[in-house]
């Protein structure tokens, strides 16, 4: 069935548009009243994820108040490495933790590949549900996290500032990490490809930690286990766009673009204009607002928006987002003085397309 | 009188040396069991930074360990907003605190610009008793933080992640930003010219959080008012070299360059070899290895060692350092493998010159 607003995927494939469509990440989130309230009734974070109609509200609940152009399926990146068997806790407050944490080559050895439909079921069945709730008003994004992102919290245990252990085993036992991000590539292969068959239009992996690395060591252990999903993606016939965010990643924008992906995501450190220049002729770009704006008044949250599109320029291939998830204690306002400032601030970069 | 070792100010100069000169940043710190003994001593950091016969004994320490061909001032960037009456507390795992926050224009109208030889006279001390001590075995570097990054700590009372109230002003409040940069500059200015004048044979200024800002903030917020500390040490008739460090500046370092300045410091996100490619033939190139490897075996540091040292090639132009402090947890042998493995590494890139 044909999509009612399909401006982000015209946007994907750099196709005319008549305003700059606009999603927010984390647009399902603590910073509305109504999230809180069916997380409170799921109990807790997992519980929501695990709950495919509690997903499926979630998920729809921002299109409810604001204008946005893509819903991004209610989830979390660490679904794969907790089907894995790495037993995930979720505690407000401390944040993810494995109780099983993947440290040696034997730990390795020992993780096998989720097969979606079966152990990862719940999320297909969110996707299947909202794209069911949808009725096709705009296009569902699926997601999963990078395998250098996933192999961050997977060997740490949880969240990291400096990711000690993770690092010190790409430095002292580099076949070990290899040998964790293959599986952790061949999973989010296998996981994306099923989301696409669930309903998802789209897809993006979340390189949250690339930005940590160097820029050795980011082409040997996270770029190349993007392209590896990007390549089996292609290999196994999907054919809907694919979205890469390396957060941290603007100095390697030319090599993300490379991988054959549609779109590239932008942090707010890149200046989205001089991003276009070097890789807009390939990739549509998905970005890039410093989210602590949105703590400023909605003048300067109107006045950076439009600055940001102005950078950009006329046409179209530009997605707009954020440059990082959206916080708690954003102002719901804000947020709809964002997506609507950049709909009615865009309409004059696209007049003549 | 002339420097014993001349490695580090010939490399800033991109005149011909025999090695690539290396110094660490942080190489006085907590990971040194002597400096712990010294600190311990003092009672805490801050009477450590305000004695200068233990600045210096702590300044020396890593000299008597390793070959390094250069020492810096151990000191901290927050002295200058201290001595502007900020009320900074330093406490073991608290981190800074500063009891009267900057937050408001009359805030900033109340603040004055500190005299250095008067308000800090112990840094001025401490430059003149290392000086004296270091009896020119190698260059004293002078260092200072940037306007943007001590202005994040006036205005936030202390460190921050994400940086809201200083972010908040930026965009809500720009002319109060600007009037505290502004004072920050003036500040930093006439500090480093005062360290000079005490013996420094360089200065550094340590941009640590200009990466948070987006593309268009670093350069009207921080970017800025580095410009105005090199053309005011300049103005004054300064000619030693300034090093700026923009933590996460990677994208920037053609404006970096741009400044005037003599040497540009890169974290470890950026290629050295594609920084060279870039602003090379401008400056001197310092840093760039992740500080996480010296968590790794010897043979990894010196594998990773070698290969920036490979990447940056023939020729001078390179002081080779992290690309950002050694952590507490670091084994000294580790650093001395890598100070070592630096300078045996580094003679072929030297040989023709």
């Known amino acids: ?22 999603w927010i990440m984390r647009q399902a989130g603590r910073y509305l009243p109504e999230y809180r309230a069916t997380r409170q009734r799921a109990g807790d974070f997992l519980t929501l994820c695990k709950t495919p109609e509690l997903a499926c509200e979630v998920t729809l609940q921002p299109l409810e108040r604001f204008e946005l152009d893509a819903a991004i399926l209610f989830s979390d990146i660490l679904t794969i490495p907790d089907a894995m068997g790495l ?49 096709d008003r705009v296009p569902l994004i699926g997601f999963a996290g990078s395998p250098w992102t996933l192999a961050t919290y997977a060997i740490e245990g949880g969240s990291s500032s400096d990711y000690k252990l993770a690092k010190k085993m790409l430095y002292d036992a580099p076949a070990d990490a290899h040998a964790l991000l293959d599986k952790f590539a061949r999973a989010v292969t296998l996981y994306l490809k099923a989301q696409v068959a669930a309903g998802a239009d789209a897809v993006m992996v979340f390189d949250s930690w690339g930005g940590a690395l160097s820029a050795a060591a980011y082409d040997e252990f996270s770029l190349r286990y993007m392209q590896l999903i990007v390549d089996g993606l292609k290999a196994a016939g999907v054919s809907v766009p694919i979205i890469l965010f390396t957060k941290g990643g603007g100095l390697w924008l030319e090599k993300i673009a490379a991988t054959g992906c549609q779109g590239v995501g932008l942090d707010w450190h890149t200046d989205i204009g001089a991003a276009r220049a070097r890789i807009g002729n390939r990739v549509c770009l998905q970005g890039n607002m410093d989210p602590a704006i949105l703590r ?54 696209h007049a003549s397309t």
Chains 1, 2 share one sequence.
Not at 91 to 105: D, H, I, K, L, Q
């Open 87 to 135: 037993g995930l806790t979720l505690e407000e407050g401390v944040g993810p933790r494995f109780s099983n944490p993947v440290r040696s080559a034997a730990d390795i050895a020992r993780i096998g590949i989720p097969d979606p439909e079966s152990d990862l079921r719940y999320v297909m069945d969110a996707v299947r549900t909202i794209k069911s709730a949808l009725r």
């Open 1 to 22: 069935m044909a999509l009612k607003n399909d401006r982000f995927l015209r946007a994907l494939h750099r196709e005319p548009v008549d305003c700059t469509p606009v």
């Open 296 to 349: 400023a008044s909605p003048t300067a949250v109107e006045r950076e928006a439009a600055a940001i599109l102005s950078s950009f320029g006329q046409g179209s291939g530009h997605i707009f987002n954020l440059g990082h998830g959206v916080t708690p204690d954003i102002e719901p306002d804000n947020v709809k003085a964002l997506v609507d400032a950049v709909h009615r601030c865009s309409r004059q970069y």
